[in-house]
């Protein structure tokens, strides 16, 4: 848990519940009973996260609420005893991560204003935490969405085809997103209107690695001559396929009948490297390299080392899609915010894990669903505790909550003095009552039965003292 709240920091769980309560105080007419539009508290929003990481660990982020809550043994025991079917889907409505009120006065200069404090938070915190490796990925990512929103894209070769993109940075060995942008078009005029050109786009992701001697892997939307000297005057070396369309590219490099299959070109300016490789009769596969500076072939495969390496950390952004998929927390709304959050913990939950075994080696055997369910326990466990006081819940869930009980301490309670009781040892049939009581048991005893102790005046002015 402390590993994951390092990018969800506590503040940022305390600016979204203060903005959840801000929306729920202006939606109480939408509900008959008080109760029903409760406001929320940071533990109960840690344990919805909780409850959204446990749904994606059972693989049933897509499975209908009402059967995760079912009681006929069926659904998840422990999502009816952290909190009602009710209160999750009134919190998967009501949650926000900005003010409403002022917020039409910050789309004027950013179409992202719902969701840009939480967003830019959960970047920087990706920044600081981790210092990205020598070899680097960037690529674009596509989120699943075909709500109401104005930069939603169609990408074909994608599996969900419509979503909102976002371009990655990624450490291609560990798999540890170290910085995002989202696309949203072209934002108005203001501190936001940034270029959407692929270099600005690279220049921007790889402005933490400048001058750190990484090496940069694109495909050929990013790769051009001009990126590659640029990044090479800061250190960061790049390779990545070509479009055959650059200008840059010599004649004979291109696609020919002549040339034979597995056979390779290369030529040389400076310190950068074009390699035009056969894979198929009239075709040809283009590649820019400021990191090789020879023509070195494989011998097994014939296919030429720039092409090796560029195939073994082209994959980065594809990989931690695929781990995203794999556990996704994703819920289906209609809002964009909510689906860029949802994006968030999933990256979240691989960046924490990555980390965490960083830290420790010995975890690196542990599966990562393995870290995902302790993480949604620990999240869901201080408001469990504090609901396992409540008494009128159902006999199962009180059951099932008996074990999250806070210890209570032992505080030894002095009995009153003043309740009059039968003296235990007299019995009914003297019927005696009195006020005075065992010190020990606490039971009533009268004068009779009761032994007096003597104290001499010595050790009673001390104990007056004391």
């Known amino acids: 848990m402390s590993s994951f709240l390092l990018f969800f920091t506590t503040e940022m769980i305390e600016d979204i519940t203060r903005f959840t309560n801000l ?31 446990l749904c994606g660990v059972t693989r049933q982020s897509h499975t209908n609420v009402q059967d995760i809550w079912e009681t006929d043994g069926t659904g998840i025991e422990i ?27 910050r789309q004027v200069s950013d179409r992202l204003a719902a969701i840009r404090r939480i967003f830019e938070s959960f ?44 371009f990655a940075l990624c450490d291609a060995k560990m798999f540890y997103t170290a910085n ?62 070509l479009r055959k369309n650059k200008k840059e590219i010599p ?11 597995n056979s390779s070109m290369f030529a040389y300016q400076d310190d950068i490297t074009l390699v035009s490789y056969c894979p198929k009769k009239n075709k040809s596969v283009l590649l820019l390299s400021t990191m090789h500076s020879d023509g070195t072939v494989d011998a097994e495969s014939q296919k030429p080392d720039i092409i090796l390496f560029y195939n073994s950390t082209k994959g980065g952004i594809d990989t931690i899609d695929q ?28 960046n924490a894990n990555v980390l965490l075994n960083g830290i420790d080696p010995d975890r690196e055997g542990i599966r990562r669903r393995f870290f995902l369910k302790n993480l949604a326990l620990s999240l869901m466990k201080p408001h469990m505790q504090s609901r396992a006081d409540i008494k009128n819940l159902p006999l199962d869930v009180k059951h099932f909550l008996s074990r999250y009980k806070r210890p209570l301490e032992e505080v030894e309670e002095e009995p009153q003095q003043d309740v009059r009781g039968r ?21 009533p005893a009268c004068k009779e039965h009761v032994k007096t102790e003597h104290t001499c005046l010595t050790c009673s002015e001390q104990q007056m003292e004391n």
């Open 79 to 105: 999502a009816r005893a952290c909190m009602s079917i009710k209160r999750f889907l009134f919190l998967l409505r009501v949650i926000r991560f900005d003010n409403k009120a002022d917020r039409p006065q």
């Open 23 to 53: 929306y729920i105080v202006s939606i109480p007419d939408s509900f008959q009973r008080e109760r029903d539009a409760k406001q929320t508290t940071k533990d109960e929003m840690l344990a919805f996260i909780g409850l959204l990481f």
């Open 323 to 350: 781990m995203c998929g794999n556990y996704s927390v994703q819920r289906k709304t209609k809002r964009y915010p909510l689906v860029v959050f949802f994006h968030l913990l999933n990256i979240g939950g691989i």
């Open 123 to 166: 970047v920087d915190n990706c920044k600081k935490n981790y210092c990205i490796g020598e070899l680097m990925t960037i690529d674009e990512t596509l989120v699943p969405f075909r709500g109401r929103c104005g930069f939603i894209q169609y990408i074909p070769n994608k599996p969900a085809k419509y979503g909102i993109k976002l």
């Open 251 to 261: 004649p004979e490099m291109m696609p020919n009948k002549t040339k034979p299959v």
């Open 423 to 443: 003296c235990v040892l007299c019995g009914r049939k003297k019927n005696r009552t009195t006020t005075i009581h065992c010190n020990s048991c606490h039971r």
């Open 180 to 241: 995002l942008e989202i696309y949203c078009g072209k934002q108005p005029d203001g501190p936001y209107s940034v270029s959407n050109k692929p270099a600005d786009i690279v220049k921007r992701l790889v402005e933490p690695s400048k001058g750190k001697n990484r090496n940069l892997t694109t495909d050929n939307w990013y790769t051009s001559y001009p990126l590659a000297k640029e990044l090479l005057k800061n250190k960061i070396t790049l390779i990545g396929t």
